[in-house]
């Protein structure tokens, strides 16, 4: 099946790329995945790139070809791509247009909870109907709090939502950490109103815990 969709994150999974957006005319969640069980199912650069070697960005609008739906215990929204054809950029969206075809969750929570983690058993305990692991939102204020240490720099955000404070979220957002690249160690609040796209990981084998991540950030005026 062909679908045209608007990606809302391109952002870092294992060397790779992970991909999701919301179909241009129905707001419906896609996490565009491959079937490499090695790269946890990640997209290689090949495979999120148009007929010119163009990398796919955010906002771009897009034709994909998907192959099925392919549900998990915990992401109800993933659908495999097919290998060819290209795909094919139909044009770009604006952070409004978004939010009229998909408008920001209005849920209490991100996530069930105001952790940056949530246990395996919360996700198995869900009927099919409440599981969610994709979630866009407005946050009222975020600190972008930058740390170096001997494994390399770390960016993370601590959001305000519904007037509750959350634990810092790392971000995987390659656009947005490239924006970093230039700053120092340190907190920075963010002054540009923000649309942020937000994940939930895999589960951590040691911990039996899936984290939350913050995988596509939209700025206006940026």
């Known amino acids: 099946m062909t679908k045209e969709i608007i990606l809302l994150a391109v952002s870092k999974k294992y060397g790779k790329y992970c991909v999701a957006g919301v179909d241009r005319y129905s707001g419906q969640w896609y996490r565009l995945i491959s079937s490499d069980t090695d790269a946890h199912y990640a997209l290689s650069g090949k495979q999120i790139s148009y007929g010119n070697g163009e990398l796919a960005q955010k906002l771009d ?35 409004d247009s978004v939010k009229e075809i998909h408008p920001p969750n209005q849920a209490d929570y991100i996530f069930y909870n105001t952790c940056r983690r949530l246990p395996k058993e919360h996700y198995m305990s869900l009927s099919p109907n409440e599981i969610e692991s994709l979630m866009l939102i407005c946050p009222q204020k975020g600190i972008v709090q930058i740390r170096d240490s001997d494994k390399g720099r770390r960016i993370a955000i601590k959001l305000s939502y519904k007037t509750r404070e959350y634990e810092p979220l790392p971000v995987t957002d390659l656009e947005f950490i490239q924006l970093c690249d230039t700053l120092k160690a340190g907190d920075y609040a963010m002054r540009k109103p923000s ?11 040691k911990d039996d815990h899936h984290y939350k991540l913050i995988a596509g950030i939209m700025q206006k005026g940026h």
């Open 195 to 205: 649309l942020m796209l937000l994940s939930v990981g895999e589960c951590y084998e």
């Open 61 to 95: 609008i897009v034709r994909v070809t998907l192959w099925d739906k392919a549900i998990s215990y915990f992401q109800t929204e993933n659908y495999v791509i097919a290998g060819a054809p290209p795909w094919e950029k139909l044009g770009e969206a604006t952070i």
